[in-house]
């Protein structure tokens, strides 16, 4: 993601190449701890916020805690 741009997911999802329901995880996760803004309603749209992290260290650090809350 670049700063001052907006995505929506299905954005993401094709810009990642990972499936939607693993883009949407990976929002949620995002969002939830203030990497990401959402903005909208209707339809989603979500910007970078001033912390820096990578969308593939975004991508790895969900797959650690998918893997650890599947072991």
């Not at 929002?27 to 989603?44: A, H």
Request: glycine share 8%; proline share 3%; charged share 20%.
């Amino acid at each position: 993601m670049n700063k001052g741009a907006y995505y929506s997911a299905k954005d993401l999802a094709n810009l990642s190449g990972e499936a939607g329901c693993s883009v949407t995880e990976v929002i949620n996760f995002l969002t939830k701890y203030g990497f990401v803004q959402r903005v909208g309603s209707n339809e989603p749209v979500y910007t970078k916020t001033d912390m820096d992290l990578s969308p593939a260290e975004s991508i790895s650090m969900l797959k650690q805690l998918v893997t650890a809350k599947t072991a």
